[in-house]
C-alpha cells in the first residue's frame, strides 16, 4: 500500500502555511504593503521626517505637535463655548418640552 505524505509537489505554488502566515499569496501581500510603504512616506514626509536622521526628525514633529498643541486647545475651546451659547439653551428647552405631564 503506498504512503500518503501532506507533501506537495515541486511548484511555484506557495504553501498554504505561507498564505495563511502573510494573510494571502506572497505576491499580493508584497504589492499590498509597497503601495502602504510608500503612503506612509508620504505622510511621513509631510510630517517633516528624514529617513537618514529619524531620531531628530522624531524630536521636531514631537516639538511641532506640542508647540501646535496648545494653540488648537485654545482654538477648540474658543470654539467649543461660542456653540454651547446656542446648543445648550436649545436643548434645555427641548429636553423640558418632552417631558412627560401627569
Known sequence: MPQMTSE?????MPSPTLERFLGGS???????LAILCVL?????????????????????MIQAIW?????AVRWLWRYFLLGA??????????RLART???
Do not use: K, T
Not at 506572497?26 to 499590498?32: G, H, I, T
Not at 508647540?67 to 494653540?71: I, W
Not at 446656542?86 to 427641548?94: A, E, Q, R, S, T
Open 26 to 32: 506572497p505576491l499580493a501581500v508584497f504589492v499590498r
Open 100 to 102: 412627560p405631564r401627569r
Open 40 to 60: 506612509v512616506g508620504i505622510i511621513l514626509h509631510a510630517l517633516g521626517f528624514d529617513p537618514g536622521n529619524i531620531i531628530e526628525s522624531l524630536r521636531r
Open 85 to 94: 451659547i446656542v446648543v445648550i439653551p436649545i436643548w434645555v428647552m427641548l
Open 67 to 71: 508647540d501646535m498643541g496648545f494653540d
Open 8 to 12: 506537495r509537489p515541486n511548484s511555484a
